[in-house]
RNA sequence: GGGGAGAUACCAAAGUGGCCAACUGGGGCAGACUGUAAAUCUGCUGUCUCAUGACUUCGUAGGUUCGAAUCCUGCUCUCCCCA
């Protein structure tokens, strides 16, 4: 029998977990998050994660798994998931795979290519730099390290240029030289699903989740971790919005207008992901019969 | 009833005779993206063709001028103050 991982994609609040849920109960089995702030056990009601009913009624994994102190990584969660993924299909012939990180994704997916641990320091000596010398000064830089990758990085994006002149500070070699971009083979089939709808009704349904939100308390969940709020793990929509707030930058109502916008923002870089991966198969979330014969057929060719 | 201010593209808001299809911000749309990815960065946003091209715009109807979003007049509407 051949091993499958679904892998269910889709734009913030498009009814990713729901899904997910049906097919797992359908197909008997589990689901492996690909959420790269789910992933915190400290995030709950800001990152949406499912309720306490459903983590019953399906076993996930990687979610609350990790603690928003730690660093992670979409390197990280390769390991993991790929990891975890390898022991459940000891027992199980389908998976499912849901989540919105898309890079994430990627990593299990196709994989990502080893890269060295780099030193904290070096990464705060060159956001000094950064906020110090200039833009252009990590450009010079680079393009004496690295002229390969300063040819084809975004030299407008500070975080590509620290990410790249991080690595080539810590190894004495070329950023350029530890991108392989070459696709992993993997010891399973994927079948990806992807999920869209009108994008109106979409933002429509991310206004009101929302407005959900608040009324579930994600106020009380920011104050909680709010001394932890330069976190990058906190760099995060529903949190950061609040953090303004409670910093008295803005009003609450602002905020909560400011969470809609972002994650319509969230949303819609998501489809800009997705759209240009050929693989995945497009549904409309109410389509649950379709989507399972279309996997069942998958199964059985 | 009297006096004053103003009406600019989806919204806010500059522009006060030619350099204006119209600054800027927001929103919207599109895109990039292999260790910060819910992050970070970019482009477009009057219409048509998509070109340094054409056409229609700055409440509305006229007028002045070689030329008007910009000046004048009527009208409509909004806001403020005094009654």
Redesign the pocket.
Known sequence: MKKLLLVVQGP?GIGKSNLSIQLAKHFQTEIISA????LFKE?SI???VPTPEELKQIPHYLIHSHSILEN?????FETEAIGLISQLFNKLDVLVMTG?????V?AVC?????????DAQI?EKL?RDLEEKGIEHLRLQLKQLDEVYYQQV?L?????L??ALEVCLMTGKPYSS??????KKRAFQILKIGLNMD?EQL?ERINQRVDHMMQAGLENEAKNIYPHRHL??L????Y?ELFAYFDQEISKEKAVELIK??????A??????L??DEAIHWFEPHQQNEIIDFIERNLEQ
Not at 178 to 183: A, G, K, L, Q
Request: proline fraction near 3%.
């Open positions: 913030t959420d790269s702030r789910q995030l800001g990152t949406a992670y990584n979409a390197s990280l919105g990180s898309m890079l994430y990627d196709k994989g990502i290519d080893f890269q060295p641990d780099v990464r956001m975004d407008k994006n500070p975080k590509r620290i990410r530890f991108r392989t971009e070459t696709t994008r933002y990058n793990s760099n995060t929509v529903g950061k916008r972002n994650t319509r923002h969230y819609r870089k998501q489809l800009t992901w759209r240009k």
